[in-house]
């Protein structure tokens, strides 16, 4: 994997000094820098190309957040079964570009790299909220509008969350990346209280459709650098993509990843199908024109959202979750945004509620 | 401009193709945009069943390989051209062969379905219906009556094929492929 490199460095003005600003500068010597006024990404014309999209994702622009930080994960829709997740966002678009990805869509009006100055001010929220609640569990990802490591090297965040979540006891931070940039987390002790989590496909599937992220052996070898660092593991089957090899590619996948860890200190495993809006779909064939991803049998679902058919979308749930459980049965897993009659085909139960799963992923506290 | 380039603008300002459509179409090969101006001309497609064809098209080729021009002389896609149907029919027709080369699995099991209905053989007022494209895993049964008796007759057949393990053998082929 290249390690990104921006076009261009945009500062709003007053952030200059921002200790993620000034670390990005010195990491960055080379790349020319210009100090903007605060709005100015909406006025940027650069952003009316063809592939406003792509263009958005060669210039960093360092800017502060002025909502809220903590949101709850919007997989949450009604009709499916939530595990009850949240989410901080320090940086909004991703450097890598998946022909997947969701973002295509939700940021289609918004797509410049932005990366939030204010830290402070996330701990802070989130220390309100996990003190508010102190016999909740929380789960908090910084995956959600981003990779969550990709952009480590340059901003070094999880130098501020790391030893903040390690200081809580009633949280995990789940860093979700599709990424080998962890040379950061090395040098810091998570106590338990960090998630490291790939999402993880075929390599078949990486090397035609996730465009800019690592191989699976990079991805591979930085799991193993951070479990030995004693970060506990995740891992995301997620978007799982059907396609003719897809039997042999996802077993081989599981058997490569499981027999390289320790499968004790992996803390979940998630399953989702790919599930695409009929805009994203439409995106998809406009930016990637060779893509096979949409060459399956998928279908309109009740949310709107395409899947694989639901036959089919069960088999495959149903055999990638009998390889996990062979590799490692005493691993927690489960299924993002299906609906309850599916989780009763593969799992055999029904999550009475949100709760029942979050608190199967927190050992009993969620 | 070619023949070909003027035939599509022409066919498109006649239909008031989107551009995008259009677009698409013209990034084919010329081969490819011949063969499918044939069809279209002849079902006379507006820009939905346009789309969808484009769309299906594109799919099936990335999946399988192969060109537009030779997956539209497949016999399952001519047979129904030929036919002494209404336009509409021909349209329908056509498309359902073509979704069915689209999603062969999920076809198969639509017909599979329809044909283990029809060998439970439960008469003409009862109608069984799936979701469509089986996303959801409820059957719906319907009965018509108008008079108990016509009920009790429907309601015995059903018990019957209750209790041989017909009606199980529809729900397990919900979840095969």
Redesign the interface.
Same mark, same amino acid.
């Given at each position: 994997m290249k390690l990104y490199l921006p076009h261009e460095i945009c500062i709003e003005q007053g952030e200059e000094n921002a200790p993620v600003v000034q670390r990005a500068l010195a990491r960055l010597p080379h790349v020319p820098v210009r100090i903007v006024e605060k709005g100015w990404e909406h006025e940027d014309r650069s952003l009316l190309s063809a592939d406003a999209f792509a263009t958005g994702k060669r210039r960093l622009f360092f800017t502060r957040q002025r909502s809220t930080f903590l949101e709850h994960c919007p997989a949450g829709t009604s009709g499916l079964v939530c595990c009850n997740y949240l989410v901080v966002s320090l940086i909004s678009n991703c450097p890598m570009d998946c022909s997947y990805c969701f973002l295509q869509e939700y940021l289609i009006n918004n797509p410049t790299l932005k990366v939030y100055t204010n830290v402070g001010d996330l701990l802070q929220e989130v220390g309100k909220a996990l003190d508010r609640q102190p016999t909740r569990h929380f789960r908090i990802g910084t995956g959600e509008l981003s990779d969550s490591l990709a952009l480590d090297p340059l901003l070094g965040f999880s130098a501020d969350l790391v030893p903040f979540f390690a200081s809580r006891s009633n949280a995990l931070l789940e860093l979700k990346t599709k990424s080998h940039c962890v040379d950061e987390l090395l040098k810091l002790d998570p106590k338990e209280r960090v998630v490291v989590s790939w999402s993880m496909t075929p390599s078949a599937i990486i090397d035609t459709e996730e465009h800019g992220t690592a191989t699976f052996a990079e991805r591979l070898s930085a799991a193993q650098r951070v479990q030995a660092a004693g970060y506990k593991l995740g891992f995301h089957f997620d978007p799982l993509i059907e396609y &003719?090899d897809w039997e042999y590619g996802y077993r081989e996948t599981i058997a490569q990843i499981f027999s390289a860890l320790d499968p004790t200190r992996v803390a979940w495993v998630s399953l989702g199908s790919l599930r695409m809006t009929p805009a994203l779909r439409t995106t998809v =064939?406009r930016r990637f &024109? *060779?893509? *096979?991803i !949409?060459?399956?049998?998928q $279908? #309109?679902? #009740?949310d709107g959202k395409w =899947?694989t058919?639901? #036959? !089919?979308r $069960? @088999?495959m749930y149903r055999s990638i979750l009998g390889w996990l459980r062979e590799a490692a049965p005493q691993v927690p897993h489960y299924m993002c945004m299906e609906t309850a009659?599916v989780w009763d @085909?593969v799992f055999g139960y029904t999550p009475r509620a949100d709760k029942d799963v979050a608190q199967m992923l927190t050992g009993g506290k969620g | 401009m070619s023949l070909l380039a003027d035939q599509l603008q022409a066919y498109a300002q006649e239909k008031r193709l989107s551009e995008q459509t259009l677009r698409r179409w013209q990034s084919w090969s010329a081969e490819d945009q011949a063969a499918l101006l044939t069809m279209v001309q002849e079902l006379q497609l507006g820009e939905n069943h346009l789309r969808d064809f484009c769309d299906w098209l594109d799919d099936i080729i990335a999946r399988d390989g192969g060109t537009v021009s030779a997956l539209l002389l497949r016999s399952e896609l001519q047979h129904p051209l030929g036919l002494k149907l209404s336009r509409n029919d021909k349209v329908k027709a056509v498309k359902a062969a073509l979704r069915k080369l689209r999603y062969p699995r999920l076809s198969q099991l639509e017909e599979d379905l329809r044909a283990a209905i029809k060998a439970l053989d439960l008469g003409e007022r009862v109608r069984v219906s799936f979701p469509p494209a089986l996303e959801g895993d409820e059957m719906t049964v319907e009965i018509k009556a108008r008079n108990v008796r016509e009920l009790e007759r429907s309601l015995l057949q059903m018990q019957r094929k209750l209790r041989d393990g017909s009606m199980q053998h529809v729900f397990a082929l919900l979840d095969e492929v």
């Open positions: &003719p =064939r &024109p *060779r893509t *096979r !949409l060459a399956g049998e $279908v #309109a679902c #009740a =899947r058919f639901q #036959a !089919l $069960v @088999k009659a @085909k | -």
